[in-house]
């Protein structure tokens, strides 16, 4: 199993950026393919972005362009790159994992069996 940890969230301003962080612990992180997703108050829990243990990444595409996923095998830390954020990014954002030994990137949240606690982002107008 792996235990997951998000940091980094906050109030910001429209255009504004944020850098969140996942801290990793209980098994090997690099094994472990790393997603992203965002929750907003009465909807689904949306993909927002993934890193597949071979370091190929996804991203959805109201994020293409903004936000950057990566990761830092050395620190079991993943992390995602907000840039330009909009009002409509904000939301609850989870850090998930899988253990994926194939060439699969996935962004079902289905796919996750392991999440965090989840970290605040509010982006005001």
């Known amino acids: 199993q792996v235990q997951l940890v998000e940091s980094g969230g906050g109030l910001v301003q429209a255009g504004d950026s944020l850098r969140l962080s996942c801290a990793a612990s209980?098994?090997?992180?690099?094994?472990?393919?790393m997603g992203w997703f965002r929750q907003a108050p009465g909807k689904e829990r949306d993909f927002v972005a993934t890193i597949h243990w071979r370091g190929n990444t996804n991203y959805a595409d109201s994020v293409k362009g903004r936000f950057t996923i990566s990761r830092d095998n050395a620190k079991n830390t993943v992390y995602l790159q907000m840039n330009s954020l909009k009002p409509e990014d904000t939301a609850v954002y989870y850090c998930a994992a899988v253990l994926e030994l194939s060439y699969h990137v996935p962004v079902g949240r289905r796919e996750y069996p392991y999440w965090g606690q989840g970290t605040q982002v509010t982006v005001s107008s």
């Open positions: 209980g098994r090997t992180f690099s094994s472990y393919t």
